[in-house]
């Protein structure tokens, strides 16, 4: 009588970013397909996607280059989602925005304290929101603003292109 190897699987940290896209994708155009509210238009996709990232760098190996479009992509679609769900006035909306992608970063750095660039840039971004709340002044110019968010993402893609990772120990 012969036997067979007994094959122990077993979960391991392995690279889950595929899967985590594609669920959060389908399931933010399934909420609108559902008729979920304030879904309609994908409007959930950028919240799913940040989760999806959070997913894999809390599932794998926890890489900052996980963490860091974790911290972006959630705070970005929190952002986007604060004005439909509370009704706020555009000059509230645009504060809110940038102080959900504010508290994002701030929430990468917390995980990551010995990355400082995204604390930076949550300090930025908290003053513009800041400024523009409570002292109504506008540090974007008004004909840059439409380029500013845009810019800032492409900012924090070549950022994690181009640093290097820390050396592991």
């Known amino acids: 009588m ?11 940290p392995r690279g889950v970013i595929g899967g985590a896209v594609l669920l959060a994708v ?3 155009f399934l909420l609108a397909a559902i008729g979920f509210p304030q879904a ?3 409007r959930y996709l950028f919240l799913a996607l940040g ?31 604060i004005p439909a769900w509370f009704g706020l006035s555009p000059s509230l ?4 925005f940038l102080g959900a ?36 002044i506008d540090l ?4 840059l603003q439409p380029f500013f968010v845009p810019l800032i993402v492409i900012a924090v893609g070549a950022y994690l292109l181009i640093v290097p990772a820390p050396e592991r120990r």
């Open 2 to 12: 012969t036997t067979r190897p007994t094959v122990r699987r077993s979960f391991a």
């Open 140 to 143: 974007v110019p008004t004909m």
């Open 51 to 81: 989760l999806a990232f959070a997913a894999a760098y809390a599932l794998g190996t926890r890489q900052f280059v996980y963490l860091l479009p974790a911290g972006v992509l959630t705070g970005f679609g929190v952002g986007l989602l």
């Open 101 to 136: 992608l504010a508290l994002g970063l701030v929430a990468v750095f917390a995980l990551a304290p010995e990355r400082w660039a995204p604390l930076a840039l949550a300090a930025v971004l908290a003053v513009i929101a800041v400024a523009s709340l409570f002292l109504r």
């Open 40 to 42: 309609e238009g994908g």
């Open 26 to 28: 389908g399931v933010a």
């Open 93 to 96: 909306a645009n504060a809110a």
